[in-house]
T-cell receptor, first 116, second 113 residues
Framework: NAGVTQTPKFQVLKTGQSMTLQCAQDMNHEYMSWYRQDPGMGLRLIHYSVGAGITDQGEVPNGYNVSRSTTEDFPLRLLSAAPSQTSVYFC???????????????FGPGTRLTVL | TQLLEQSPQFLSIQEGENLTVYCNSSSVFSSLQWYRQEPGEGPVLLVTVVTGGEVKKLKRLTFQFGDARKDSSLHITAAQPGDTGLYLC?????????????FGTGTRLKVLA
């Protein structure tokens, strides 16, 4: 299993450009999420999905869109990049356990995005 | 909004010393996880605690979930340079029937040889 894969690893954008960060997992996990990590702020949840066709907002969803057409893929779209979106982006997946809890989240290697 | 605050934010200690990292919230979490993150990589799970008052041990690491499931601590005994990294707590919250993980602000630990 490849686990959680993310592409690209690095990206530089100009203000106003749009792009899609790709995330895929081959573990058949129903739960997938996107986080951004900024210095001194830990990981902040952008959007998440509990299954194909179901998405919901996290703590910081503004400026980002997601879709979940398949169990495997969960792309994150930046509609009009802004310097405030300069960050490291992590995708993660998980599966539910008996009792309603979710197991550990498996993280991808991250995408380092710079918006000029 | 559910928030998790970690303390201290930074910690630099000598090899062999003991340390405790705290993760506090005013919200109740259904479970709480601790992760460690190395530079350039994603976080990796260390432990999950589910029951209030639960204590789990992983070699020299001891994790405790508060009785009210609002806080947790991570204690490292006889720290080693290999323990260096960013430690993150994450609470599994349930609001309006949805499932969200909320991460703490992180504790950056450096263990000097």
């Amino acid at each position: 299993n490849a686990g959680v894969t993310q592409t690209p690893k690095f990206q530089v954008l100009k203000t106003g450009q749009s792009m899609t960060l790709q995330c895929a997992q081959d573990m058949n996990h129903e739960y997938m999420s996107w986080y951004r990590q900024d210095p001194g702020m830990g990981l902040r949840l952008i959007h998440y999905s509990v299954g194909a066709g179901i998405t919901d907002q996290g703590e910081v969803p503004n400026g980002y869109n997601v879709s979940r057409s398949t169990t495997e893929d969960f792309p994150l779209r930046l509609l009009s990049a802004a310097p405030s979106q300069t960050s490291v982006y992590f995708c993660a997946s998980s599966y539910s356990l008996a009792g309603g809890h979710y197991n550990e989240q498996f993280f991808g290697p991250g995408t380092r995005l710079t918006v000029l | 909004t559910q928030l998790l605050e970690q303390s201290p934010q930074f910690l630099s200690i000598q090899e062999g010393e003991n340390l405790t990292v705290y993760c506090n919230s005013s919200s109740v979490f259904s479970s709480l996880q601790w992760y460690r993150q190395e530079p350039g990589e994603g976080p990796v799970l260390l432990v999950t605690v589910v029951t209030g008052g639960e204590v789990k041990k992983l070699k020299r690491l001891t994790f405790q979930f508060g009785d009210a499931r609002k806080d947790s601590s991570l204690h490292i005994t006889a720290a080693q340079p290999g323990d260096t990294g960013l430690y993150l707590c994450a609470g599994e919250g349930r609001a309006s029937g949805t499932y969200k993980y909320i991460f703490g602000t992180g504790t950056r630990l450096k263990v000097l040889a």
